[in-house]
């Protein structure tokens, strides 16, 4: 059975930062395109951005480019988010997801694994 853990979510005043990380177990991660997704209430879920097995390859959407940066280590077992000059509008829930599409944008699979979510509380 495939768990994903999401960590690190909390409250944190505009302009401060996080740092969003993501474990799995009945799944080695090496190997897996992973990404991170994120659903604000009433809004559509938003792929945030994702990373290659390998992390040769990554992508961000447009509104995090510059202030977020993917990252794995795959002798860990771990993805993370770094989120840097945090913004009201980045309050959402942040999803962990495993085995993704990473082609020009952030896709969910049929067969994506998902995480329970973390919550990121941006105040203004």
């Known amino acids: 059975q495939v768990q994903v853990l999401e960590s690190g979510g909390g409250l944190v005043q505009a302009g401060g930062s996080l740092r969003l990380s993501c474990t799995a177990s009945?799944?080695?991660?090496?190997?897996?395109?992973m990404g991170w997704f994120r659903q604000a209430p009433g809004k559509e879920r938003e792929g945030v951005s994702c990373?290659?097995?390998?992390?040769?390859?990554?992508y961000y959407a447009d509104s995090v480019k510059g202030r977020f940066t993917i990252s794995r280590d795959n002798a860990k077992n771990t993805l993370f988010l770094q989120m840097n000059s945090l913004e009201p509008e980045d309050t959402a829930m942040y999803y962990c997801?495993?085995?993704?599409?990473?082609?020009?944008?952030?896709?969910?699979?049929?067969?994506?694994?998902w995480g329970q979510g973390t919550q990121v509380t941006v105040s203004s």
């Open positions: 997801a495993a085995n993704v599409l990473c082609l020009g944008r952030t896709l969910a699979l049929s067969t994506t694994y």
């Open positions: 009945g799944l080695t991660l090496n190997g897996a395109t």
């Open positions: 990373i290659s097995p390998y992390g040769g390859t990554t």
